[in-house]
């Protein structure tokens, strides 16, 4: 199993609750937040196959507190 690969921290855009990048192929590109820095772990919000292709990732219930977003990139789990 593979270390993820994280993005930048950013913090939360317009209500929309969107952000873009481009995609690794073949790897599991997970939207996680935190609502604030000291907490311990990142919070899972929804996650994607790459394609290599542009990718949209939204938050689905977007808060009107702060939050902080990155997108963590790892391979899928292996099948049985």
């Known amino acids: 199993m593979s270390a993820p690969i994280s993005g930048a921290f950013a913090p939360k ?12 192929g073949g790897l599991t590109h997970t939207l996680e937040y935190k609502n604030d820095l000291s907490e311990p ?5 929804t996650s994607t196959n ?9 938050d689905p219930v977007p808060t009107d507190k702060a939050r902080y977003y990155h997108i963590g990139v790892k391979q899928p789990p292996p099948r049985d």
Do not use: C, H
């Not at 790459?50 to 939204?58: A, Q």
């Open 41 to 45: 772990d990142w919070m899972p919000l």
């Open 50 to 58: 790459g394609t290599g292709e542009n990718l949209l990732l939204t």
């Open 13 to 24: 855009p317009a209500p929309a609750g969107r952000f873009a990048s481009i995609s690794l």
